[in-house]
């Protein structure tokens, strides 16, 4: 029997505030890649954007850490990570991505005792065979919107260098909502198109149109977002009085770090 490749899921985004769609969407993918019978899902993350990303409307980043971690709280294997939000600076998708993958070699090095603080262990334990796998590197796979392929078509958002990079090295789930048209966008571009067996686009057939800015509209005006929002979420927002009229003109004058410096973009699916 051929071993299934454990595969760690990527998300990237604002999420301001999270919402039960942002779960949803690790079920969905996980869902797929489990029926092509190739994969093991074996974690999700959900990594907040910086502070400084220069998205209208955008809160602290301490309040959608704090949030996250209480959404994920109802799962078992996906989890947040505030490194990217706890940089200096806006960090392009690519380089998110490298860093997570890193911290995967990291830990299989050790799990294989080729990581440097395991040399002098493996001595005193008189391993015959170091180089022995005892585990499978897994492969790093960025979830998104499968509207953020047609970002790629945008002159000057991404470099190209990076789309290779992404879609070649590590790969991308696309949840495909009405509106969007995958299948073109790879089709018409050369990187996609040559990369296309690591795309996986997954159709959600229950439509919604949730979307954190109609959540942030509907707590301004102190409309109900139960059951769009996990609850615990719910009652942070609350306690902390985050969403307002004042809070949406936080960044209004401001570009968004990709358009400054013509790079990358973050999922729009992740707002």
Not at 49 to 60: A, E, I, N
Not at 143 to 165: M, Q, R, S, Y
Not at 173 to 192: H, K, M, N, T, W
Not at 211 to 233: E, F, W
Request: net charge neutral; aromatic share 6%; glycine share 4%.
């Amino acid at each position: 029997m051929v071993s299934k490749v454990p595969v760690v899921l990527l998300a990237c985004g604002s999420f301001n505030p999270i919402t039960n769609i942002h779960l949803r969407i690790f079920e969905l993918a996980r869902d797929h890649l489990h029926q092509t019978g190739l994969f093991k899902v074996i974690k999700g993350i959900i990594s907040p954007v910086h502070d400084k990303y220069g998205k209208r409307g955008l809160v602290r980043g301490d309040h959608r850490i704090a949030m996250v971690q209480l959404a994920v709280r109802s799962s078992d294997w996906i989890t947040e990570d505030a490194w990217e939000c706890e940089q200096t600076h806006w960090l392009q998708t690519v380089k998110v991505l490298r860093h997570h993958h890193n911290a995967l070699l990291h830990q299989h090095r050790i799990m294989n005792g080729t990581a440097p603080e395991n040399r002098q262990f493996l001595k005193e334990e008189h391993c015959s065979d170091s180089s022995q796998s005892i585990s499978v590197l897994p492969q790093l796979k960025l979830l998104c919107g499968a509207d953020v392929l047609g970002t790629f078509h945008i002159p000057n958002l991404w470099k190209d260098e990076h789309i290779e990079e992404i879609v070649g090295k590590f790969g991308m789930v696309c949840i495909s909502r009405d509106g969007a048209a995958p299948r073109r966008f790879i089709y018409e571009s050369d990187i996609l198109f040559k990369h296309r067996r690591n795309i996986h686009v997954v159709r959600e057939w229950v439509q919604n149109d949730i979307s954190a800015t109609h959540i942030r509209r509907a707590l301004r005006r102190g409309q109900s977002v139960k059951y769009l929002v996990p609850d615990n979420v719910i009652d942070y927002i609350k306690e902390h009085n985050i969403y307002t009229v004042e809070s949406e003109q936080q960044n209004i004058n401001e570009i968004l770090q990709p358009l400054k410096s013509q790079d990358d973009m973050i999922s729009p699916l992740n707002d």
